[in-house]
């Protein structure tokens, strides 16, 4: 049986937490080499977008991102597959056009668009986190920014409203 090459650099497997099972988000921290929990909840949605604040943070320094999601199931741990979630291919977006002379002629509407742009990334992307996407690819973030400029705030509130729906746990 050959050896995985890429073992020694995968961080080992998550531990259960302790305690009652609830949900948890477990981060692996490579400089101590251990896990800790970074976010529980006893419902899913709030440790869901903790993961995805957490990890927006964390990539923004140029941190690499290891988490295990952990939730009740039938009174017991459970070990819940974040990949799964983050498997959906998405084709790569076209680029945005370039902001036009008439745009950034106007006073304060550079300072202004910037606000909006913003606010409508944020919104973008609590419902990503909300359905359980946070850990985007580069081309992920491509696609968020596309549509962050090209699509107003209403239309990307709805958006967001649908991803919620569909992060939502079965009952």
Partial sequence: ???DPDRST???HSPQPPGTPRWAAMFYDPLSASWRCAAESPDRTPVLYAIGEMTQVKRARGDDVTVALWGPDAGEWQRFDLAAANAVD???P????PPTAEDSARPGHARHAERLEDRRHQVLMAGLSKAGLYDLAPDD???VRTLVDRVDETTLRRVAHWMALAGRPVE
């Fill in 94 to 97: 076209e680029p945005a056009a």
């Fill in 141 to 143: 973030e491509t696609a």
């Fill in 1 to 3: 049986m050959a050896a």
């Fill in 10 to 12: 995968r961080p080992p």
């Fill in 90 to 92: 998405v084709p790569a």
